[in-house]
């Protein structure tokens, strides 16, 4: 993860700042790390970054229905996003199917699927 990352993370309170020691390089231990880890995972699955600080801030143990419903929520925003994909998905493969073959060839002055007139 970038320092630039890690930094905005101490600002936003999604991460302890460890303290620096005398002419040294802050070092963060594995409960950091792991933290780092949920918080890039939750930023990639499309968690806020409030949404994400909410989480850890339940994760003490005695919000678990708050999580809960927290996670319930962000999990039917996905579920409508996947639903939305899925028919851009569809929509984009009906532009991308080469044209059906047609029986014989093209005589001229035949019809085809125009834009429709701008009036010029």
């Known amino acids: 993860m970038h320092v630039e990352t890690i930094r905005f993370y101490w600002r936003k309170g999604l991460l302890p700042e460890p303290r620096k020691p005398a002419g040294g390089i802050r070092r963060h231990g594995?409960?950091?790390?792991?933290?780092?880890?949920?918080?890039?995972?939750?930023?990639?699955?499309?968690?806020?970054?409030?949404?994400?600080?909410?989480?850890?801030?339940?994760?003490?143990?005695?919000?678990?229905?708050?999580?809960?419903?927290?996670?319930?929520?962000?999990?039917?925003?996905?579920?409508?996003?996947?639903?939305?994909?899925?028919?851009?998905?569809?929509?984009?493969?009906?532009?991308t199917m080469p044209p059906a073959p047609t029986s014989g060839l093209s005589r001229p002055g035949s019809r085809r699927k125009t834009a429709p007139d701008s009036g010029s």
């Open 30 to 95: 594995a409960a950091d790390m792991m933290r780092m880890q949920f918080v890039k995972a939750a930023r990639r699955l499309g968690f806020s970054r409030d949404e994400i600080a909410e989480l850890l801030r339940l994760d003490d143990g005695t919000h678990c229905w708050e999580a809960c419903r927290l996670a319930q929520r962000q999990q039917q925003d996905m579920r409508q996003r996947l639903a939305d994909l899925g028919r851009m998905e569809a929509a984009l493969s009906d532009l």
